[in-house]
């Protein structure tokens, strides 16, 4: 089944603490992308990625790390943590030539105590 | 990207067509009007796209203006599990920033 996956689904973690949330992808899609939700802000995009070893910046990437060694991988860094980066995530791909056609995740909700 | 205007929120009638509008009027002659939706904290999920010509899947329907500066789109027989964002955005293929209005609110009443 075509899918992009999220780990973890919920986390409740302390400011500082490091953590990744990991999206992978089975549908071999050249462009992956992390977006943020919050209350009244809509979905906001962190960052982006084209292909492999290629990523930039969205509206938001204050406070957050991408990376993109594999096709099917692209893990959002949260090196330092804080109470404003509460929110729920979501992971996205698409085939390059149909950029528009996004496949999300389920989302990760996160909350930094 | 074009930058897109749609209502806040709306309520249709169960059975009813459910019509959202959308305003691009910046659109660019290459540029995709593309629809998704998104049910309560799920991740959003691609309903339709179309550049030119209407456009009609399981889904929904698309209609563009002529002039492509607006465009509806129309669940035919609305129900309670249309209820949801609808997001309208504009991009062409192989756009890098991808980027999400705050959408419309759509209830469907029973």
């Known amino acids: 089944e075509a899918q992009v996956t999220q780990n973890p689904r919920y986390l409740i973690t302390v400011t500082g603490k490091k953590l990744t949330v990991t999206c992978s992808q089975n549908m071999n899609h050249e462009y992956m992308s992390w977006y943020r939700q919050d209350p009244g802000l809509g979905l906001r995009q962190i960052y982006y990625s084209m292909n492999v070893e290629v990523t930039d910046k969205g509206d938001v990437p204050e406070g957050y790390k991408v990376s993109r060694k594999e096709k099917r991988n692209f893990p959002l860094i949260l090196e330092s943590p804080s109470p404003n980066q509460t929110s729920l995530y979501f992971c996205?791909?698409?085939?390059?030539?149909?950029?528009?056609?996004?496949?999300f995740g389920e989302g990760s909700r996160l909350t930094v105590l | 990207d074009a930058k897109t205007t749609q209502p806040t929120s709306m309520d249709c009638a169960e059975g009813r067509a459910a019509n959202l509008p959308c305003n691009h009027s910046t659109i660019s002659g290459n540029e995709y009007v593309y629809w998704y939706r998104q049910i309560h904290s799920q991740g959003p999920q691609y309903i339709i796209h179309?550049?030119?010509n209407n456009e009609t899947n399981e889904m929904a329907s698309l209609i563009i203006t002529e002039d492509r500066k607006s465009s509806t789109l129309i669940l035919p027989h609305a129900t309670l599990r249309d209820t949801a964002v609808y997001y309208c955005?504009?991009?062409?293929?192989?756009?890098?920033?991808?980027?999400f209005g705050k959408g419309t609110r759509l209830h469907i009443l029973p």
């Open positions: 179309g550049l030119k």
């Open positions: 955005i504009a991009l062409m293929n192989r756009d890098d920033k991808i980027i």
């Open positions: 996205a791909s698409s085939l390059w030539v149909k950029g528009g056609e996004l496949f």
